[in-house]
């Protein structure tokens, strides 16, 4: 763990013997499947029911954590699947962690990491789940393991994804009246470009109290598209193009970047950190969307925070549609950071019909608040798990 969260921990067990308290006993690992309340398009997939891994780390004192693996629509955004990532966490990671305590999670974060080579989602649910379970133990938010929290609402936008522009037009424009969210991504690149423009005409049109919008295009375009497209959405106010090329085509990004007006967000191009400061080096991006499952566990989701900064990229909150237990401990690192230029993006526990905590995360004022309570403040309802636990 990093030197002040080594010393935070330290603090707060004085006159304890945490390493045995919290020596990890048992680590489980359910699929689940929650219906979403409409079907979610991407560039190269989609689904209405979103699929998750939930993990359980229970500790020597009784005390459990959770966490959560998050994919999109099965191998496709990465190369995990649900299945992939319980039989990695059940063969792989549980056993390199027997012995292991979470009063020490930099050393849990190194076991997985020598056990499984990527893997992101499964070791970040499982580091989150190590994570929340010590801070349980501790009685403090899980923030304060990161040096605290520097905000207790961060703002969050809106994807619209459903690929129909009048139902956009009518859920972005529920959305803005119901005070929840003022910017919005769009998801572009599974249509035409031509018909993606359209789209976009007709939401800018439709909903002129929007604030911010981001496209996002998930890798869907070429570089001439790019340069062919760049006037349109600079003619209709895009603040931010997110991914338009493949994640390893570093050099076009970086043509593409030099020349457009609206700022360009890494996504797909880098998980690793040496990818991250490649990427702000070399121009692809002035923007890098942060996420647990690019980075692999939350001491390197802050990390990668700092790392994009010093190449020089503006930080953006990302998601992967998580529920509130996965937005959860995301917006645990989001506020502990220095700066957040951009905000975040997890709307993820209001795509579902129904959610497995009993405490879901608060949407008000455009802006999403930080759950109180020790650990991620939030905390399983079991009969809806059971209900939601997918058959194999
Ligand atoms: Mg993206």
New binding site residues.
């Given amino acids: 763990m990093a030197h002040t969260a080594a010393q935070i921990v330290e603090t707060l067990a004085a006159g304890r013997d945490l390493a045995r308290e919290t020596a990890i006993r048992e680590i489980r690992a359910d699929i689940l499947a929650l219906p979403s309340i409409r079907k979610h398009r991407l560039s190269n997939t989609e689904f209405s029911t979103r699929e998750f891994v939930l993990v359980r780390v229970r500790l020597e004192n009784g005390i459990e954590g959770i966490g959560e693996a998050a994919v999109l629509g099965g191998p496709r955004w990465a190369e995990e699947s649900v299945e992939s990532i319980q039989s990695v966490i059940m063969r792989y990671l549980a056993p390199a962690l027997e012995g292991c305590s979470a009063s020490n999670p930099a050393e849990a974060a190194a076991r997985m990491g020598r056990a499984a080579f990527r893997n992101n989602s499964a070791k970040g649910a499982v580091e989150t789940a190590i994570f929340d379970a010590l801070a349980r133990t501790l009685d403090v938010p899980l923030a304060t393991l990161f040096g605290g929290a520097l905000r207790s609402r961060v703002p969050v936008l809106w994807a619209l994804a459903s690929g129909d522009a009048d139902q956009e037009v009518a859920e972005a424009q529920d959305k803005l009246d119901r005070r929840e969210h003022r910017d919005f991504k769009i998801k572009l690149g599974f249509a035409s470009p031509e018909e993606d423009m359209r789209r976009l005409t007709r939401l800018r049109e439709g909903v002129p109290g929007m604030r911010r919008l981001v496209v996002?295009v998930?890798q869907g375009w070429t570089e001439a598209s790019c340069r062919r497209y760049l006037p349109h959405l600079q003619e209709l106010g895009v603040d931010l193009i997110?991914?338009p090329l493949p994640g390893d085509d570093f050099e076009g990004m970086a043509r593409v970047a030099a020349h457009s007006p609206i700022p360009l967000m890494v996504?797909?191009a880098a998980f690793t950190h040496r990818e991250i400061a490649r990427a702000g080096n070399m121009g692809c991006g002035s923007v890098y969307?942060l996420k647990l499952v690019k980075s692999g566990g939350l001491l390197a989701l802050g990390q990668a925070a700092h790392v994009a900064e010093a190449a020089g990229m503006e930080l953006y909150g990302?998601c992967l549609l998580e529920g509130s237990i996965g937005a959860a401990a995301h917006l645990a690192v989001f506020a502990s950071l220095p700066r957040l230029h951009w905000g975040c993006e997890h709307f993820g526990p209001r795509l579902h019909v129904s959610e497995i905590v009993r405490d879901p995360l608060k949407f008000e004022n455009f802006e999403l608040c930080l759950p109180e309570g020790p650990g991620l403040g939030v905390h399983l309802d079991e009969d809806r798990l059971r209900e939601a636990v997918r058959a194999a």
């Fill in positions: 996002d998930n997110e991914q996504d797909e969307s990302g």
